[in-house]
């Protein structure tokens, strides 16, 4: 039986090995937290941090094919077991270049690529230098998730909001829809594109709201999308999931803003409203089977649950029996047993027909389930 590690042990591990059950696949998971949602679910927990070169070292030289739930991994450990004939997957010449904000844009850059304009800055103070570039988006180069790592940048009073540290000045885009899609590249190089699905931001918290599936594009649109989304992940040269994330500006453009090469969030929903699952997806990549069919068996909408303001302690999940009731509706509780605010501790996907019928439902889950600190409202 083929031996297969997970770097991470968070919700998108679990998700995986719920579908690894399916499968003759012996699972590993390294994560620094015992209590971690995966680490249930697999056959072998191994305790030890997964930006350490010796435990991820060590832990790859059990397994056969190692792939990753999150990309903050050490990448060093990860170049020398694929010379020792580990099969890593995505390959860690993708994930070296995804890693840092600043390698990635110069990565689409020279792939032609479609990607707001952008400069390097290195500290805080060079920003100074960059007026003329306004309104522009600052990103931290490293270390940056779900927001926190990004600054927005319209005049040169917010400079003092800007990083102190490599970073990428970014143009900004006046966004009329967050779109993210998802490329599976099957170790032939066969590749397969789940539907363009709609992230709607939260404009206050900088956080997703819901997503909707499928985004509602022109056919011109889903056309140049998809072939923009066909080059990127051909251009990676890996196996692998690809999420990208696009922009589409007020004047019709398309700009990719960033690629996560593993499952994603905004795939969640292809667990319940699609053929192939992007979990059922990964593990025929890495287990080198054929890809599955990538087409939804539904519209959907998906509400991530996060921690409520003000609440930090033990989770509790009010109207969870209220959302189980209704029709077509699937909860996914990460088993996280501390909540904190905007900590990712769930999600809903609910089926549904049109983008009307879809919002209703996604504000419906929104007001009856709350994650909170205190066993009832
Ligand atoms: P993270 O990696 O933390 O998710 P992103 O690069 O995805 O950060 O940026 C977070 C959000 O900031 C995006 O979803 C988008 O709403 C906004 N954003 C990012 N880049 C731009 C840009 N060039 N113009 C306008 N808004 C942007």
């Not at 287990?287 to 087409?295: A, V």
Request: glycine residues 8%.
């Amino acid at each position: 039986m083929i031996k297969a590690g997970i770097l991470g042990g968070g919700q998108l591990g679990r998700m995986l090995l719920q579908q690894a059950a399916n499968y003759p696949v012996e699972t590993y998971v390294l994560e620094a937290d015992a209590k971690c949602p995966a680490a249930h679910l697999c056959h072998h927990f191994v305790l030890g941090d997964i930006r350490n070169y010796d435990a991820v070292l060590d832990f790859g030289r059990r397994v056969d094919v190692l792939t990753i739930e999150i990309e903050n991994v050490n990448l060093e450990a990860l170049e020398q077991l694929e010379t020792e004939g580990v099969q890593v997957i995505p390959k860690p010449a993708v994930l070296r270049t995804i890693k840092s904000k600043i390698l990635q844009k110069e990565f689409y850059q020279q792939q032609q690529i479609p990607s707001p304009g952008f400069v390097t800055t290195q500290s805080q103070a060079q920003l100074q230098q960059w007026v003329d570039f306004l309104p522009a988006v600052h990103k931290l180069a490293e270390g940056g998730y779900d927001g926190r790592g990004v600054q927005l940048l319209h005049s040169p009073a917010d400079f003092k909001s800007g990083f102190d540290a490599p970073a990428v000045l970014e143009k900004m885009v006046d966004i009329d829809k967050e779109i993210a899609v998802i490329m599976a590249v099957a170790q032939d190089g066969t590749m397969a594109m789940y539907p363009p699905v709609e992230m709607r931001v939260d404009p206050y918290l900088n956080l997703l709201d819901y997503q909707l599936a499928p985004a509602a594009l022109s056919q011109k649109n889903v056309w140049r999308l998809e072939a923009i989304a066909y080059k990127l992940a051909k251009a990676f040269g890996s196996p692998g999931l690809f999420a990208i994330e696009m922009m589409l500006d007020r004047q019709g453009e398309l700009w990719v803003n960033e690629t996560a090469p593993r499952v994603h969030n905004s795939g969640h929903h292809t667990i319940e409203a699609h053929t192939t699952s992007q979990y059922d997806m990964l593990w025929r990549i890495l287990l080198n089977y054929p890809l599955g069919s990538p087409q939804a068996s539904s519209p959907s909408v998906l509400i991530n649950l996060v921690g409520a303001p003000g609440h930090e302690g033990p989770a509790h999940y009010p109207g969870l029996p209220q959302v189980l009731n209704m029709q077509g509706a699937y909860a996914h509780i990460y088993g996280k047993t501390h909540t904190k605010p905007g900590r990712k501790m769930g999600h809903v996907t609910v089926l549904g027909t049109d983008v009307v019928d879809l919002v209703r439902k996604a504000k419906q889950v929104k007001e009856l389930l709350t994650v909170v600190t205190h066993p009832s409202p």
